[in-house]
């Protein structure tokens, strides 16, 4: 069975040598066990954090260990009660073909109710990170307008439609006019293509007069840099961001200047909080019982990027950064 280990810990661009495939032996189950064989593998933008060696909120990986990571696969034998042969589970133990571990502390999943990749996209951690920011962070109301950075990403894709369900106008960004077509086909009201503008601030404005919008009331934040400084531009008075994430910034080597706008926070009384999605999982019932209702009328579907192989979680992981995905990035094992 093959597993995906870090060579080094290293800040600036990511390279295909820091990753390296060890075959190993996968351990019996004992007492207590299960042993599962991974079906559908993670890769997360904040799994980049973990690879510069210095603990943030989750630990640094560790050169020449097995990387975590969300996974989903089937269990193959078991010596646990909680669990049969053939149930689907999800774990942490992602970057590798298969496992062996304690049943305690991995999570059943319904691969009858959805496609077993789901829970690791719409139906699990970023579908849950984009509610969170949308309901309980931003508190998003009806008729309100919201910008939506990344939109065609896990993130982006699962927000754009869950604004959509909660009455809201949508603004999404994307690169590329691809990316663009299916945020709209995902029910934004418009969509900007930043790479094709070297004014952000204004193509928004533009959008927003376009869709019949008075302005732009929030910004769901997943990439910094210039979008932040736009967002701070064209934030309504007393609009609220939520600061999911800042990936343009993720492979920098140097701290970098922050928005020089600034000033907007206090000359328009805007409101901006980060968050951890692991600190709100208080909401996950209220996100499962919104995302069933949601697809069960139709509102809301998966979109995926699938990479096939574990050879390729360097490519799949690399490719978050240079945008190869459309809505979750997934490597099939
Ligand atoms: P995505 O599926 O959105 O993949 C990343 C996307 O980011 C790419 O497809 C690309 O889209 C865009 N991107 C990459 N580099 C840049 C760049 N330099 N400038 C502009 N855009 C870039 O990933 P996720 O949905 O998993 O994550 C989205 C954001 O949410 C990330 O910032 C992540 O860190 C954050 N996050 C935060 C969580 C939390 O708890 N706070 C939990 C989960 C995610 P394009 O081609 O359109 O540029």
Redesign the pocket.
């Known amino acids: 069975s093959r597993e995906v280990h870090l060579t080094e810990n290293f800040v600036g661009e990511i390279k295909p040598d820091y990753f390296e495939i060890e075959e190993v032996e996968i351990a019996e189950p004992k007492e207590g066990e299960v042993q599962v064989e991974n079906e559908w593998l993670s890769v997360?933008?904040?799994m980049?954090g973990r690879m510069t060696g210095v603990k943030t909120y989750v630990e640094p990986f560790e050169p020449g260990k097995p990387m975590e990571g969300g996974a989903v696969g089937r269990v193959v034998k078991s010596k646990s009660d909680r669990y049969a042969e053939g149930d689907y589970v999800f774990s942490m133990y992602g970057w590798r073909e298969a496992w062996t571990a304690p049943a305690k502390g991995l999570m059943k999943v319904d691969a009858d109710l959805l496609p077993p990749q789901t829970y690791l996209g719409i139906a699990g951690?970023?579908g849950l990170?984009?509610y969170?920011?949308l309901k309980r962070i931003i508190d998003l109301k009806e008729g309100e307008t919201l910008w939506m950075?990344?939109?065609?990403?896990?993130?982006?894709?699962?927000g754009i439609q869950f604004a959509k369900a909660m009455g809201a106008k949508v603004i999404a960004?994307?690169?590329?006019k691809e990316?663009c077509d299916l945020c709209r086909e995902l029910g934004a009201d418009a969509a900007v293509d930043?790479?094709a503008t070297d004014n952000l601030a204004k193509a928004i404005r533009q959008a927003a007069r376009d869709i019949g919008s008075s302005g732009i009331d929030a910004y769901y934040?997943?990439?910094?840099?210039?979008?932040l400084q736009a967002a701070l531009d064209v934030l309504k008075q007393y609009g609220r961001i939520a600061?999911?994430?800042?990936?343009?910034?993720?492979?920098d080597d140097r701290s970098v200047p922050g928005p020089s706008n600034l000033v907007q926070i206090v000359a328009k009384s805007l409101k901006m909080q980060?968050?951890?999605?692991?600190?709100h999982i208080d909401l996950n019932e209220a996100f499962v019982k919104d995302l069933s209702g949601w697809m069960m009328a139709g509102k809301v579907t998966s979109k995926e990027t699938i990479y096939e192989g574990i050879e390729k979680m360097p490519d799949a992981f690399i490719?978050?950064?240079?945008?190869?995905?459309?809505?979750?990035?997934l490597v099939k094992v």
Not at 243 to 251: E, K, Q
């Open positions: 997360d933008p904040y980049r951690m970023p990170t984009a969170v920011g950075s990344a939109g065609a990403g896990a993130v982006g894709t699962s960004t994307a690169g590329g990316k930043y790479k934040e997943n990439v910094g840099g210039d979008h600061a999911c994430g800042m990936i343009a910034r993720y492979n980060g968050f951890i999605v692991m600190d490719g978050l950064f240079t945008g190869e995905n459309v809505g979750k990035m």
